[in-house]
């Protein structure tokens, strides 16, 4: 394994602009035109937040922690760039993901009640034989070039809170912000360290208005105008701010610390503009649609079983 993520598979492998990750989907697309044209399905965002939601009902049925479940997002994630979802089992690999990221996280579930507990959500869609969730196990790692340890914001964000002395609340918000960035595609995009930089600042940011960025995308300007007047004050000054314990002397500490550290702060702001899109156009979620939607194509096909 890999202790320093510079030097790290998810460094070298698997973080990618944002113009390289659509040509690579597109590449998928247009391979299998066809049966894209066939088959559409929602948004991508809404198919994320939709996987999100089932790999997190297995989780918690089998009670598996949240590092776990965040591996298994990234899996599914990195696995999609190579393969076009109209060929799989979507379910079946959700499920082959939590198994295998519960193995690689140290809290490794028996492959019999990970079939059983994913069937009682998903009876249409998981076949009773165990070697079937075996088979995608294969493909998985086989599609991932057997590059599976995962480096997390959460351990910067534990770096962060004793250095910005972040409040127990902050810090559940940044949490929160955190679990919610797997939902985008930030986790191939930036290093871990961006992503708990930007869910520190902004649930410091946050904090004066006792809120949450789900509520505050109604305010998302207002949200990314606070991170850009900060990207000025790291570009325009180092100078440092009194300490005190007020959540604007804190915004200020953070700003001065940012300034000190050279961060990127453009990735800051590209990361929060993620997030605020994401939380943005939930609202217009819809479960249903993208439970029958890939139902269509996966019971058409016949690769259900």
């Known amino acids: 394994m890999a202790a320093n993520y510079w030097a790290s598979t998810q460094h070298k492998y698997w973080q990618s602009s944002k113009q ?20 559409p399905l929602p948004e991508r965002r809404f198919l994320s ?9 297995l989780g918690r049925r089998i009670q598996v922690r949240q590092q776990a479940l965040a591996t298994a997002q990234l899996y599914v994630r990195r696995f999609y760039t190579k393969i076009e979802i ?6 079946l690999v959700m499920a082959t993901a939590v198994y295998l990221a ?11 009640l990970v079939v059983s507990e994913a069937r009682t959500f998903w009876p249409d869609f998981i076949p009773t034989d165990t070697s079937k969730l075996g088979e995608c196990e294969f493909t998985l790692i086989s599609e991932m070039n057997s590059q599976l340890i995962v480096h997390q914001p959460y351990r910067s964000l534990s770096d962060l809170q004793s250095t910005f002395s972040l ?18 595609d930030l ?15 902004l649930a410091v940011v946050l904090k004066p208005a006792q809120t ?3 509520t505050a995308a109604t305010s998302a300007v207002a949200v990314v105008s606070a991170v850009q007047a900060a990207a000025n004050s790291v570009n325009s000054s180092g100078n440092g701010a009194n300490s005190g314990s007020t959540p604007q002397t804190k915004v200020q500490e953070l700003v001065t610390w940012l300034a000190e550290s050279d961060v ?9 503009q993620e997030l605020i899109s994401l939380y943005d156009v939930w609202d217009q979620y819809n479960e249903k649609v993208c439970k029958e939607q890939i139902a269509r194509y996966v019971k058409a096909r016949g690769i259900d079983r």
Do not use: G
Request: charged share 25%; net charge negative.
């Open 49 to 57: 937040i939709y996987f999100n939601q089932q790999i997190v009902k």
């Open 86 to 91: 109209r060929q799989t089992n979507p379910y």
């Open 102 to 112: 519960c193995k690689m996280e140290e809290c490794p579930q028996h492959i019999r």
């Open 212 to 214: 949450n960025l789900h």
């Open 264 to 272: 990127d702060m453009e990735a800051i702001i590209d990361c929060t």
């Open 167 to 184: 409040a127990p609340d902050e810090v559940a918000l940044a949490w929160s912000i955190i679990n919610d960035h797997y939902l985008t």
């Open 187 to 201: 986790p191939l995009l930036y290093p871990p360290h961006t992503v708990a930089l930007t869910a520190a600042f």
């Open 20 to 39: 390289e990750l659509a040509e690579k989907r597109k590449r998928l697309e247009d391979d299998d035109r066809t049966i894209v044209q066939q088959y």
